[in-house]
């Protein structure tokens, strides 16, 4: 198994533009969680999904951020507009029922 | 979910074991111990979780003491590549109700040496 892919691996926009990131998990895999990662907060979960339904996003910071799960093997994470202070590496990761997460290699993003 | 305390950084020769600490002594009964870790410019990486009973894999060994309010991970052979911070979480599993959330820490920052 290729592990959990994500893309683009780094992303360089300007403030005020939509930023999209994407992630397919591991196949078989029923769990799907978004984290982001800065020197300041440390790794941060956003949202998670199973069965492909929301079902946290207490960690979303407010309304630019949305995520979406449309299938089992594809999720986005949608930053709209997005700011300098969204800058951060952003995780997807992925975990079969009741076992451990499996990260993806993450997506650098500058906001400038 | 219960929290950790470990220990901000460690130090560890090549080729010997390294046992990270971790104490959770507000744990619930039904709540399991996790071990990640991260190494530079990755994404975490699942080790090993447990819940009472010690767990050994491939990558460690995980002892948890019989009162559950601490535990150990040990890489019995350290190497250069195992240089990474380790986050120890406690959750309640999900087949007993709970989250998936994960809540890290800012772990212990274990550097092997040469």
């Known amino acids: 198994d290729a592990g959990v892919i994500q893309s683009p691996r780094h992303e360089v926009t300007e403030m005020g533009q939509e930023v999209t990131l994407r992630c397919k998990p591991i196949?078989?895999?029923?769990?799907l969680f978004w984290y982001r990662q800065t020197m300041m907060r440390g790794l941060e979960l956003l949202i998670y999904f199973n069965n492909n339904v929301p079902i946290d996003d207490s960690g979303m910071p407010e309304d630019r951020f949305s995520a979406k799960m449309p299938n089992a093997s594809f999720s986005t994470l949608k930053i709209q507009p997005s700011e300098p202070r969204d800058s951060a590496v952003y995780f997807c990761?992925?975990?079969?029922?009741?076992?451990?997460?499996?990260f993806g290699p993450g997506t650098r993003l500058t906001v400038t | 979910d219960a929290k950790t305390t470990q220990p901000p950084s460690m130090d560890c020769a090549e080729g010997r074991a390294a046992n990270l600490p971790c104490n959770h002594s507000t744990i619930s009964g039904n709540e399991y111990v996790y071990w990640y870790r991260q190494i530079h410019s990755q994404g975490p990486q699942y080790i090993i979780h447990?819940?009472?009973n010690n767990e050994t894999n491939e990558m460690a060994s995980l002892i948890i003491t019989e009162d559950r309010k601490s535990s150990t991970l040990i890489l019995p052979h350290a190497t250069l590549r195992d240089t990474a911070v380790y986050y120890c979480i406690v959750r309640v599993g999900r087949t007993q109700g709970g989250s998936e959330k994960l809540v890290f820490g800012k772990g212990t920052k274990l550097t092997v040496n040469p």
């Open positions: 447990g819940l009472k």
């Open positions: 196949s078989g895999h029923n769990s």
């Open positions: 990761a992925s975990s079969p029922r009741g076992a451990g997460q499996y």
